[in-house]
């Protein structure tokens, strides 16, 4: 799977490491099932790592429908958690600030970071989290 769910509840956390490509529609079609599964907790922070990620094929509309679907699945759950997206190269972090635009009326804290470290510390979590 391009994309790898860990769940961290000791640290109240999320891991979703991309690995490789992921066509959109498999991203797309990731997400929905991770936010619409009864198992899922929403309220839980979340940490994007895009350092193993080919963004290549990402579009900026399905980026566009993602901030539709996430602002309509937290607005229902009624809840905000802070996401951390670490994307060190420079196509993946232009996407991901893409994303940020599209989604700023979803009341989160979102940040973009090119550093794991940084990310860590904004999370207020361990620098050898992902040791």
Do not use: C
Request: charged content about 20%; overall charge negative.
């Amino acid at each position: 799977m391009p994309i790898e769910l860990h769940i961290r509840p000791e640290h109240h956390l999320v891991i979703l490491v991309h690995v490789g490509a992921t066509p959109d529609d498999e991203f797309l079609a990731f997400y929905r099932s991770l936010y619409e599964s009864d198992t899922f907790d929403s309220s839980m922070n979340q940490l994007v790592d895009l350092r193993q990620a080919d963004s290549q094929s990402r579009s900026p509309e399905v980026l566009r429908q993602f901030a539709g679907f996430i602002k309509s699945t937290l607005e229902d759950d009624g809840v905000y958690p802070k996401i951390a997206v670490v994307a060190p190269r420079d196509l993946s972090f232009g996407l991901a600030r893409m994303y940020q635009a599209f989604a700023a009326s979803v009341p989160w804290d979102f940040a973009v970071f090119r550093a794991m470290d940084a990310a860590l510390a904004w999370l207020g979590l361990p620098e050898d989290l992902m040791g």
